[in-house]
Structure formats: C-alpha cells, structure tokens
C-alpha cells in the first residue's frame, strides 16, 4: 500500500500563488499515473491535472490549464502542483492520487477517480477575493 501526504495548502489572496507537494510512502512503483483533484464544499469531486510516468506528459482540466503546473521533483520525491494567478473559485480541498497499476494517461479514464488506488488525505486552499 502507498500512503500519500499532501501539504502546502494555506490561505491566499486572488492572483497569488501556492505550491502544493504529494509526497508518498510505503510501495514504491516506477510506473504510475499521478492526479490531482478539488472538491468544493457540496460539489463532487473533480479533475484538476495529471502527470503520466511513461513520458512525462502532463494534463490539465480546461478550468485551471495556463494557471497550474504539474510536475515531479526528482530531489524531493515529490509531486508537486503549482497554482499561479489563483481565484475564488479555486477554493476546495486539494487531492493527490495515484494510479500504480498504469503509466499511460487516458483521458476518459483518468479525469475520473476511479483508476486511482491511493489517495492522500487532502490539502485546503482558500482563495480569498
């Protein structure tokens, strides 16, 4: 089992900016698809972005895409999750999961939560106006 910690959530003021990290303990795997996801207060949860180990491409949902940035940090074996120009509506606790059993990002697959076998206990991020 893989255990994923999720920090750098806090309080921000609109257009400033957060980094969030997802470090992971336990089973490590080399291949693996890493998401992150938001939920709002009485909204389901949903897809922000994702990382694919086969060949590092990254992906974004259409709401945060230009603002967010996801990436692997090699050094600190995280996952980390870059907010820039941040908005009210970005308010929502912050997930990182991971699916260990692919490495290949698909699309109709993994903009949902059901591939991911491991998930962090959240982060809150609060964008003030």
């Known amino acids: 089992q893989v255990q994923l910690v999720e920090s750098g959530g806090g309080l921000v003021q609109a257009g400033g900016s957060l980094r969030l990290s997802c470090a992971a303990s336990g089973r490590t795997f080399t291949n693996y698809v890493m998401g992150w996801f938001r939920q709002a207060p009485g909204k389901e949860r949903e897809f922000v972005a994702a990382?694919?180990?086969?060949?590092?491409?990254?992906y974004y949902s259409d709401s945060v895409k230009g603002r967010f940035a996801i990436s692997r940090d090699k050094a600190k074996s995280t996952n980390d999750l870059r907010m820039n120009s941040l908005k009210p509506e970005d308010t929502a606790v912050y997930y990182c999961?991971?699916?260990?059993?692919?490495?290949?990002?698909?699309?109709?697959?993994?903009?949902?939560?059901?591939?991911?076998?491991?998930w962090g206990l959240g982060t809150q991020v609060t964008v003030s106006s």
């Open positions: 990382f694919s180990s086969s060949d590092g491409t990254t």
């Open positions: 999961a991971a699916d260990s059993r692919g490495s290949v990002f698909l699309r109709a697959r993994h903009t949902t939560t059901s591939p991911y076998d491991s």
